[in-house]
T-cell receptor, first 113, second 114 residues
C-alpha cells in the first residue's frame, strides 16, 4: 500500500521554463511534507517543506503547494536550470517525525537545453 | 556546520555474514533515522533513534538492528546477510524531539551482498 505516490517516473522540461512535480498521498494523518533532490550514489538533499497548516511555501526558485482536500502537493521550480536535473522525492511524516519519512518512488526531472 | 557522515561508503559482503554501518549526525541533532534504498522498493524507513532509544521501527525483519550512543552517533547492524540486502543505506539526522523534523541525509553506504 503506497501511501505517497509520484505518478510520473520522469519529466522533461526546457531550460528556463517551469517544472511542476506532483505528489499524492493517502494517509490523512500526514502533517508535514518535504521535497528532496537526489543525484545517483548520493544521499537526498533537502529542498523545501510545508506544514499541513499552510497551503504554500516558497524558497527562491522553489515553491511547494499543498491541497489538503485533494491530498495533493506539487513542487514548482521556476526557472528551471540544467543543475536541476535529478530525481525528486516527495516525502511525508506525522507526529514529529518519529515514525520516519514515507517516500514516493521519485520523479526523474530532465532539463533540456 | 558539517553534514551527516556515514562510514564506510562502500562495502562488499557475502551471504551469511554480518555488517555494521556507522552514522554521525549533524552536530546538535539528537535524532537519527535509517533508510534503505533499493531500485524496486525505493526509500524505506528502517528505524529512528532519539536519546539512545529506538522510537519506531519500519517493516523490516529482526536481522536489522541499530543503536545510538550518548554522543548521538548511531550504528546499524544487519546479521545473516541475504542477497536482497544489497542496497544503499542512508542515515538522516534531525532536530529536537516533539518538533516536526526536517531530516538531513548523509551520502549513504552502498552495501553489496555476494
Amino acid at each position: 500500500d503506497q501511501q505517497v505516490k509520484q505518478n510520473s517516473p520522469s519529466l522533461s522540461v526546457q531550460e528556463g521554463r517551469i517544472s511542476i512535480l506532483n505528489c499524492d498521498y493517502t494517509n490523512s494523518m500526514f502533517d508535514y511534507f518535504l521535497w528532496y533532490k537526489k543525484y545517483p550514489a548520493e544521499g537526498p538533499t533537502f529542498l523545501i517543506s510545508i506544514s499541513s497548516i499552510k497551503d504554500k511555501n516558497e524558497d527562491g526558485r522553489f515553491t511547494v503547494f499543498l491541497n489538503k482536500s485533494a491530498k495533493h502537493l506539487s513542487l514548482h521550480i521556476v526557472p528551471s536550470q540544467p543543475g536541476d536535473s535529478a530525481v525528486y522525492f516527495c516525502a511525508a511524516t506525522f507526529g514529529g517525525g518519529a515514525d520516519g519519512l514515507t517516500f514516493g518512488k521519485g520523479t526523474h526531472l530532465i532539463i533540456q537545453p | 556546520k558539517a553534514g551527516v557522515t556515514q562510514t564506510p561508503r562502500y562495502l562488499i559482503k557475502t551471504r551469511g555474514q554480518q555488517v555494521t554501518l556507522s552514522c554521525s549526525p549533524i552536530s546538535g541533532h539528537r535524532s537519527v533515522s535509517w533508510y534503505q534504498q533499493t531500485p524496486g522498493q525505493g526509500l524505506q524507513f528502517l528505524f529512528e533513534y532519539f536519546s539512545e532509544t529506538q522510537r519506531n521501527k519500519g517493516n523490516f525483519p529482526g536481522r536489522f538492528s541499530g543503536r545510538q550512543f550518548s554522543n548521538s552517533r548511531s550504528e546499524m547492524n544487519v546479521s545473516t546477510l541475504e542477497l536482497g540486502d544489497s542496497a544503499l543505506y542512508l542515515c538522516a539526522s534531525g532536530g529536537l524531539a516533539g518538533e516536526t523534523d526536517t531530516q538531513y541525509f548523509g551520502p549513504g553506504t552502498r552495501l553489496t551482498v555476494l
